[in-house]
């Protein structure tokens, strides 16, 4: 079971920083990713990370300004959001599989609960 936590509301130009922690299952076996889906828009992928944090992969859309890592202690992915903007408004989500590449596709095996960011100008 996946459950994201850290959304809210933000002014343009803030940070923030979205969590999701993992239960249930051998967290480091798996990679990580973090995807969201605006209002009436697709659910589109932003970052992923790798087993151990070897690789990560960002979509073109937040590279510079997303930094996605984890922590296989505390069973918890991070997504460090800087410089939001308005059209970074969306629910967030997370999500996992044993392959890299399937969460780069967008189609991770398990998939967290949603939170809001709302950014505001």
């Known amino acids: 079971q996946l459950q994201a936590c850290g959304g809210g509301l933000v002014q343009v130009g803030d940070s923030l920083r979205l969590s999701c922690a993992a239960s249930?299952?051998?967290?480091?076996?798996?990679?990580l990713g973090w995807f969201r889906q605006g209002l009436g828009k697709e659910r589109e992928f932003l970052a992923a990370?790798?087993?151990?944090?070897?690789?990560?992969r960002y979509a073109d859309s937040v590279k510079g300004r997303f930094t996605i890592s984890r922590d296989n202690a505390k069973n918890t992915v991070y997504l460090q959001m800087n410089s939001l903007k308005a059209e970074d408004t969306a629910v967030y989500y997370c999500?996992?599989?044993?392959?890299?590449?399937?969460?780069?596709?967008?189609?991770?095996?398990?998939w967290g609960q949603g939170t809001l960011v709302t950014v505001s100008s």
């Open positions: 990370v790798g087993r151990s944090a070897e690789i990560t």
């Open positions: 999500g996992e599989d044993r392959a890299f590449e399937d969460i780069v596709g967008g189609t991770p095996g398990y």
């Open positions: 249930g299952r051998a967290f480091s076996s798996y990679a």
